[in-house]
């Protein structure tokens, strides 16, 4: 049964680099056409796609986070990974990883991960 | 850039009533990108619908959605005490705003 799993720091100071990873198991990244994609969700709010990206390292960013977001992948350890740098207490929030389908069967996310919240601060 | 629209913002409703939930594109979309979640506290967001219409594995058949253009819709039929809970429209990679449906 596919899973995946958010790992991290869960506390980062003010302008330095968030990075998580998302660890999957039951299902092999490189195995299909699915995408691999990170959501966030600041405490009390919406949903905010920040991107997603392909087992062979092709990228694609919310256009508004897009100077700090870096994703990458590892499929040796069927992992994927999420940067983001020079955070604020704007970047408070619970992140999800998930997959995501291929263009041609749609625009959606499942399953997610059960998230992680980073918070802010110095 | 598309913006979506939920409405309403908070559904007060009893078990066994209907729900009807809004979705509304700034401007026409494709239904094949429209996707329903729901989230409950806690937890992360369950997929329930995509391509607008089309139930994902494992929902039951209450939970239904339509619409085109600009103009989406998810109905709970008769509302169980596990749906109270708040649902978000996608489109591509935009999520709308949310609506909670909680007890009256």
């Known amino acids: 049964q596919l899973h995946l799993q958010e790992s991290g720091p869960g506390v980062v100071k003010p302008s330095e680099t968030l990075s998580l990873t998302c660890t999957v198991s039951g299902f092999f990244i490189d195995s299909s056409t699915y995408y691999w994609g990170w959501i966030r969700q600041p405490p009390g709010k919406g949903l905010e796609w920040i991107g997603f990206?392909?087992?062979?390292?092709?990228?694609y960013y919310n256009p508004s986070l897009k100077t700090r977001v870096t994703m990458s992948v590892d499929t040796s350890m069927n992992q994927f990974f999420l940067n983001v740098s020079s955070v604020t207490a704007s970047d408070t929030a619970v992140y999800y990883c998930a997959r995501r389908s291929p263009q041609s069967e749609g625009s959606w996310f499942d399953p997610w991960g059960q998230g992680t919240l980073v918070t802010v601060s110095s | 850039e598309i913006v979506l629209t939920q409405s309403p913002g908070t559904l007060s409703l009893s078990p066994g009533d209907r729900a009807t939930l809004s979705c509304r594109a700034s401007?026409?979309?494709?239904?094949?990108?429209l996707t329903w979640y729901q989230q409950k506290p806690g937890q992360s967001p369950r997929l329930l619908i995509y391509g607008a219409s089309t139930r994902a594995a494992g929902i039951p058949d209450r939970f239904s959605g339509s619409g085109s253009g600009t103009d989406f819709t998810l109905t709970i039929s008769r509302l169980e005490p596990e749906d109270f809970a708040v649902y978000f429209c996608?489109?591509?990679?935009?999520f709308g705003p949310g609506t909670k449906v909680d007890v009256k």
């Open positions: 996608q489109q591509s990679d935009t």
């Open positions: 990206l392909y087992h062979t390292g092709t990228t």
């Open positions: 401007q026409s979309v494709n239904k094949f990108y």
